[in-house]
Every structure is written in structure tokens, then in C-alpha cells.
């Protein structure tokens, strides 16, 4: 795990340097059953292409959404996301735990 | 994240230094925190316990709350000796996401049906030894018993700052590596860093037993603040 995260991070490294917006999301906080712990990284770029996970593929998607804004913007952003509830546009976790990602703009 | 902070995580990364980022998930404001750095900055206690824990999380300061990612490199085990408690030794240490090496010049015991899953030099430690690249994040078990094969493996770990450094044999036996390793310029600060007798003392009898006892000790001293390992030494 240590070494694909190694990857990951290396990953955005060099798709920064090769000009394409790039964002980082990590998970910064996790309650109950959380598919990845704390310090897990997705990597995304202005195409959502990305690398990583930050949970089990629950909230990647809409992960990656909220990065491409990030890359936009700049501007960090902390995500939040539960158990799915009947608001349609939240995305849930199944496994029932609530997790943080922070999203930043690598620049 | 600035590109340039990004290029400075990777390079320590890639070097094998452990590394702590700080962010102030309220306004993005970060900094890097160099482990060699740690004491001198204004969160030390917490940054050193965190790259201790190899655990990243939260933390709530006087002015705010600030998310801290650690990156410690991954730990390795390079065991001195295909023996017996090898076999247990190795596939444990793996299990805990240790990357293992095993080192013994004879090959009747170096060979691959005694350890189908391990890396196995087959080499003298002067050989076997300088490309491993053992660093801090290295565990070091010799047991051969043989001091022709132990002793300059020890040397080798006590000069790369080890977190751990362990020798089988008896205090007696101890005691006469005590005086070689002296000889060969080793000095006593350095000395008492060896764990011997080796493992925890867990009343272990079996190979595997030991293992267990050995892997307890390595964890151990990975995971507790270096100050109780200087306690116990003195």
C-alpha cells in the first residue's frame, strides 16, 4: 500500500510538470467503518483521469467532480460524505461510516 | 499543494527520510516538515509521535485544526542467518509489511525450498550487505551464532543507525562478542543498542516461539519513544 501511494503522489508530480491541472484529495478524517484510512490519496487532473482511492470506489466519482472544480478554482475544499440518504445528488458510503476528504489544487 | 513542496515529499520519499506535512484545511496554508527538522518546529511533540505512529490524522492546535500526513518509509528486516527461527521469523515480519532480506553465506542453509516466498543472498555479509541500503527504518536480527558470519553484519547495522539491532546467544556469548566488537572500535553507547539476549521475554521455546518474541521486540522498539529503550539499556 505504502508503495502505491508513493506512486500516486510521484503520479502527480509528474502530470503537474507536464502542464495538466492536477488536484490531490486525501482523506482526513474517517468515523465507523471507513473503506480507506486516514492519509489515503486520489489524484486527479482537469480530464478526471485519476489514481488512487480514497474509498472502497463509493465517492470516487464524485470526488473527482469536486477536484476538476478545485484545479478551476484554486481554492481547496473539504468534502463530506455519509451514508447515502434520500437526497438524490449525495453520494454514500455502503459501508455505512462517514468520511472527510480534503481536496487541494497542486500549483 | 505548492509543486515544489510536492517535489521535496517525493525526493525525501524516495530517499528513505520520513516526511510530515502540515495543512490548515480551513485556509490551504501548509508546510513540510523534514523528520531531521521535527524538533524544532512549533508542533515537534505532536509531528515526532505522529512519524512515530506512522499515523496521519487531525489535530486540534491553540488556534485552529490542522490535518498532518505522515509518510515514514516502510520498514524493512534484513536476518543474519537461514536458520530455523528464520523460517518463522521471515514470513512473519511479512505479514506486517516488512520487507525482508535474508542473508547466509552457506548455502545448504540459504536455499530457496527453506524459504520459498523470501529474498535469500547466499553471500558473505560484506557482500550481501551494502546494496540492501539498511537505513533507520531497518530491523537487524543476526543469528547464525557464527561470529565469522555475525560480527561484521553487526558492525554494518550499528554504522547505519538501525531501530533495531538484535543478536542471538546466551550473556555469555554476548559477553565475548562484547569484547570483539570493542575490538573492532565498537563503543559502549553502541554496544548497549544490541538487544541480547534477543526478544522479549516471553518464555519462548520453539523456533517459532522466538520469532515471536523477536518480532515483539522489533515492534516494540519501532513504535515506543527511543527514551524507554535508553532506560532499559542503562
Known sequence: MLGRDEDILKAAEDWSKAGRGVAIATVVETWGSAPRPVGSNLVIDSDGNFLGSVS?????????TEAIDVIESGKPKTLEFGVADETAWQVGLSCGGTIRVYVEKVN | MKLDTLQTLNAERAARRAVAVVTDTENGTQRLVKAADAASDPLAEIIEKRLRMGKSGMEETAQDRVFITVHVPSPKLVIIGAVHISQALAPMAQM????????????????????????????????ALPPLGVDRYTAFVACTHDPKIDDPALLHA????CFYVGALGSRKTHGRRNERL??????????????APIGLDIGAIS??????????EIVQSLRQKPARDAKAAA
Open chain 1, 56 to 64: 472502497g470506489g463509493c465517492v470516487e466519482g464524485a470526488v473527482v
Open chain 2, 96 to 127: 506486517l509489511g516488512y520487507d525482508v532480506t535474508i542473508v547466509d553465506p552457506r548455502t545448504a542453509f540459504a536455499s530457496p525450498e527453506r524459504f520459498p516466498d523470501v529474498k535469500v543472498l547466499a553471500e558473505w555479509p560484506d557482500v
Open chain 2, 158 to 161: 550499528l554504522a547505519r543507525d
Open chain 2, 182 to 195: 570493542k575490538a573492532a572500535g565498537v563503543s559502549d553507547v553502541d554496544f548497549a543498542r544490541i538487544h
Open chain 2, 207 to 216: 523456533p517459532a516461539e522466538i520469532a515471536v518474541s523477536i518480532m515483539g
